[in-house]
């Protein structure tokens, strides 16, 4: 089973983006979705996040811009990026946490350029 993230790509600041992340085959049991984002040089970083029943989870730089959601019966977990800032580029990659499994499922990221 992989992710596979797409929506990607270059915008000018205050741009919008609609990120997507969808598994390639069947994960039993998915119980939490996020997306993280990574910077040369620095280490991945929580975005957000959102459970099965739908409760969300943001980082404070991207509360009230970015909006998770989730489809449970595609497995597939989306993300609305609004009001987009130059320091919002890196690469997303998007999870998903299985009761079935010790580690999550990773997707293979997908870049996100925000130019002023």
């Known amino acids: 089973v992989q992710l596979q993230a797409s929506g990607g790509g270059s915008v000018q600041t205050g741009g919008s983006m609609k990120l997507s992340c969808a598994a390639t085959g069947t994960i039993l049991s998915i119980n939490l979705m996020g997306w993280y984002r990574q910077v040369p040089g620095s280490q991945r970083e929580l975005v957000a996040s959102i459970t099965y029943d739908g409760k969300t989870t943001y980082a404070d730089s991207v509360r009230d811009r970015f909006t998770i959601s989730r489809d449970n019966d595609k497995d597939m977990v989306f993300l609305q990026m609004n009001g987009l800032k130059p320091e919002d580029t890196g690469t997303y990659y998007c999870?998903?946490?299985?009761?079935?499994?010790?580690?999550?499922?990773w997707g293979q990221g997908t870049q996100v350029t925000v130019s002023s």
């Open positions: 999870n998903m946490h299985s009761d079935y499994s010790i580690h999550p499922y």
